[in-house]
């Protein structure tokens, strides 16, 4: 399959996110249940994964720093996420995922003290206004509350970690050891909130597309497309995900944000666009 096809495919599967965790919640199964399924079914793909190909596992510090990682990135990630699809809808939580790329810029400026140029400040402003828009924007079937934005902006910025952890990992570990440790701990991490619900087969399938085609297949396509395409390019495409999520949760739940919303909206999806193109970053390897 050609690269752009396969990173075109990876937007496509991790835009369902939200239509599959939406539906998996209509069914009765509690938004942090939905987090906690996701983790535990998509690690045991990756623990499987990284066994069959003998991957080494992290050890000793970097064991302890991917096990922080998965509280945050996984733990509060996953579950922040199912939250927000919650209180506002799937495409608004799609959506706010993408100030992760302004996340990333205001980290490095105050802990690696990388410096914020023209288009890093415009590109953070530029995601400001966009939350701005949205919030005064909303629309039908889309509920823009303190919580929605409080719980999209939470999973925007624990996406972001992905960029920092996986620039230091990455290349040091195959991806799949990694994540067959972090998901594990992040599931531990959310077993304490969850409240376990009786589920009727359309919600295990839900969770179970969620593991297997939203995160781990989606996981795959992304990188074997990165193979044979430069990271400027692969995010570009990528960055349908949330133009994909806002199409279905229109067709499926009639969410259509109002135009304000649209235009804050294309604000923040413009602001990450302008960032991922910056050579030196990646979008980060899974969502």
Known sequence: ?????????????????????????????????????????????????????????????????????????????????????????????????????????????????????????????????????????????????????????????????????GKAFFNRYHPTALLSVALPVGAVCLLPFVEFSAKTPAAWGSLGAIAVFSTYLAYLAYSAGLRHLNATRASVIASLEPVVATVLAALIFAERPAALALLGAALVIGAALSLSLKPSEARPAVE
């Open 1 to 165: 399959m050609p690269a752009p096809l396969l990173i075109l495919c990876a937007a496509f599967l991790w835009g369902l996110l939200g239509i599959l965790g939406k539906q998996a919640q209509q069914a009765g199964v509690a938004p942090l249940e939905v987090a906690f399924w996701r983790a535990v079914l998509a690690g045991g793909l990756y623990a499987l994964h990284a066994a069959v190909i003998r991957s080494p596992l992290p050890r000793g510090r970097d064991l302890w720093i991917t096990a922080a990682f998965g509280v945050a990135g996984v733990g509060v990630f996953y579950g922040s996420y199912q939250l927000a699809v919650r209180s506002g809808g799937a495409s608004l939580a799609s959506v706010l995922l993408y100030t992760a790329p302004a996340f990333v810029a205001l980290m490095g400026w105050l802990f690696l003290r990388e410096r914020l140029g023209a288009r890093e400040l415009l590109a953070v402003a530029g995601t400001l206004l966009g939350i701005g828009l949205i919030s005064l924007g909303g629309g039908q079937g889309v509920t823009v509350t303190g919580a929605a934005l409080a719980w999209g902006l939470v999973a925007g910025f624990t996406y972001s970690l992905y960029y920092l952890y």
